[in-house]
């Protein structure tokens, strides 16, 4: 079964930009969550996609965004970049469910920005 | 609001030591899970174990072996005779299923391992 592919691994932007991430989850997981960690602040949530709908969302700026695909795939977007949002941004995969006993989430390797 | 507490943020041992990884959790949910996460220098984080807070019960893998201790807020992992190859950051994480979503992690700060030849 292949695991989550994160694309692109590495990209560095210029402030002010606006930046795309993509997330592939598991074959036949529905959710997919976002989350930053940075040296600072470590790892912390962004949101959760489930069936194309934000289903949760930590306490970012709306700068940050994101949405899903009818085939689970999720992208997710910064816009107007700061030279804070430097940060590795990793995607979780897992089946998502509700009313299911709670299954654990994958993660991909992650991307690697740096806002120059 | 949750919270998890790594106080260790970096431990060293020689190779064939037992090393013992500290994680304190906070929540007012009775419905909550627990976690262990390694992130290798690759980045990914790697899922080593989930536990229910209905379910005390300590549980071992190979040379991993967790201790789940609700009167304490404790869940600590202990790795029995390291190797070079542990050598990792090592997260602990938390989530409740009150708020809609199971799947909202809070993690704790991480502890740096480093196992010396």
């Known amino acids: 079964k292949a695991g989550v592919t994160q694309t692109p691994r590495y990209l560095i932007k210029t402030r002010g930009q606006q930046v795309t991430l993509s997330c592939s989850p598991i074959s036949g997981h529905r959710s997919v969550s976002w989350y930053q960690q940075t040296p600072g602040q470590g790892l912390q949530f962004l949101f959760e996609?489930?069936?194309?709908?934000?289903?949760n969302k930590g306490n970012f700026p709306g700068r940050f965004s994101g949405r899903q695909f009818s085939n689970s795939r999720s992208e997710m977007n910064v816009s107007t970049l700061e030279l804070g949002d430097s940060a590795l941004y990793l995607c979780?995969?897992?089946?998502?469910?509700?009313?299911?006993?709670?299954?654990?989430?994958?993660f991909g390797q992650g991307t690697r920005l740096t806002v120059v | 609001a949750q919270k998890v507490t790594q106080a260790q943020t970096e431990i060293s041992v020689v190779e064939k030591e037992d090393v013992t990884l500290d994680c304190v959790y906070e929540t007012r949910d009775t419905t909550y899970y627990l976690f262990w996460y390694k992130q290798p220098p690759s980045g990914e984080l790697v899922f080593l174990i989930r536990?229910?807070?209905?379910?005390?019960q300590n549980e071992i893998s190979g040379r991993y072996s967790w201790n789940f201790q609700k009167s304490t807020s404790s869940f600590n992992f202990t790795i029995t005779a390291s190797q070079v190859v542990d050598s990792a950051v090592y997260f602990c994480?938390?989530?409740?299923?009150?708020?809609?979503?199971?799947?909202?992690?809070?993690f704790g700060s991480g502890t740096q391992l480093t196992v010396l030849p």
């Open positions: 536990r229910n807070s209905f379910d005390e």
């Open positions: 994480a938390l989530s409740v299923r009150s708020g809609g979503s199971a799947r909202q992690l809070t």
């Open positions: 979780a995969s897992s089946w998502g469910g509700r009313g299911r006993f709670y299954t654990e989430a994958f």
């Open positions: 996609y489930f069936s194309e709908t934000q289903r």
